[in-house]
């Protein structure tokens, strides 16, 4: 099988010497150039020395890109941060003002549910005791709706409670 070679075109400046493709070509050690332009780049010292410096620019670009993987390597095995506690803290940072004002919300929501709780139990006992045990997942589901349409409403209460507690607070007014 015959070896492709460069056209004649892409070898040969018209002043007789080496383009810059048959230089590279000869720096980078491929046979894509014919013998008679091997033998030219030999015995021409101006094409030599172009050669040269393609050579020595090619093998500069290899360390490089050798370098660049190495670092990559040692970068890629660096521990890389965790989001999660990150997040974390700045949660609890952004819930700092909040804080102050939990016990007086813990103690108010406490005393709601000790409240409301036996009203709640005494109806659900009483509901349950006239439903046959078709019904049951009916008011299971019906039961889980309500507590989280209530754990809804208490998540955006709450923090409007508190934040007009913290407002007042900053402004003197006592509630």
Known sequence: MKKELLPRELVWQPDGHLFDTAIAALADGQDLVSPEAQSHADMCEQCARRIGE???ASLAVR????????HALV???RRQPRPLPVG?????LALAPVIQDLPQW???TTVLAARVSPVL????????RGI?????????AASL?????????????????VASAYRSSKEGVVQ
Request: charged share 15%; net charge negative.
């Open 88 to 92: 974390a803290v700045m949660g609890a």
């Open 145 to 161: 709706l309500v507590v989280a349409l209530a754990s809804f409403v208490a998540s955006r209460l709450a923090p409007s409670r």
């Open 75 to 77: 970068a890629s095995s």
């Open 54 to 56: 393609e050579a020595l």
């Open 63 to 70: 360390e490089a890109l050798v370098e660049g993987q190495a």
């Open 132 to 140: 046959d045990s078709s019904q049951v997942v009916v008011v299971s």
């Open 106 to 108: 813990a103690t108010e």
């Open 121 to 128: 139990l005494r109806g659900a006992i009483a509901a349950l």
